[in-house]
């Protein structure tokens, strides 16, 4: 067994083969966090979305199937939404969301298939000051 400790950048970035799949959950996602934590982690969500109303752009990562990238779009019309996640079943869904909540999610939602470590770690310079 090696005991060894890990640098902090192998620590803090899994390996490419490590990334979580989270496609075969996508559908069923929403009832089995509904029958895990009932509506609290929703209501943790979103309770300060009120207070994003003046944000212009928005980074997610791994919002799963999209409900609350939806509420976001919906409640604030000027906002601009970056969305990554690992599992191209939860963009997918995302992005049905997004567009049923605000019809105009077409132009103010990017989606990103990637692991969001990656994805944040490769982001350039001024950008990654930004987020």
């Known amino acids: 067994m090696n005991l060894r400790p890990m640098s902090l950048s192998t620590a803090t970035r899994p390996?490419?083969?490590?990334?979580?799949?989270f496609d075969r959950v996508a559908r069923p996602f929403r009832w089995m966090e509904y029958l895990t934590f009932g509506s609290a982690l929703w209501r943790c969500r979103t309770h300060f979305l009120s207070e994003l109303k003046s944000c212009r752009n928005a980074l997610i990562l791994g919002d799963g199937d999209g409900r609350f990238t939806a509420a976001l779009?919906?409640?604030n019309p000027q906002l601009n939404v970056?969305?990554?996640?690992?599992?191209?079943?939860?963009?997918?869904?995302?992005?049905?969301?997004a567009r049923t909540a605000a019809p105009d999610a077409s132009?103010?939602?990017r989606t990103?298939?990637?692991?969001?470590?990656?994805?944040?770690h490769?982001?350039?310079k001024e950008?990654?000051?930004q987020v």
Do not use: E, G
């Open 15 to 21: 390996a490419a083969s490590s990334t979580a799949n």
């Open 73 to 75: 779009l919906a409640a």
């Open 82 to 97: 970056d969305a990554v996640d690992s599992s191209a079943a939860m963009l997918r869904l995302l992005t049905q969301r």
């Open 107 to 109: 132009t103010r939602l």
């Open 112 to 120: 990103h298939h990637a692991d969001a470590l990656a994805y944040v």
């Open 122 to 124: 490769d982001l350039p």
């Open 127 to 129: 950008l990654s000051r």
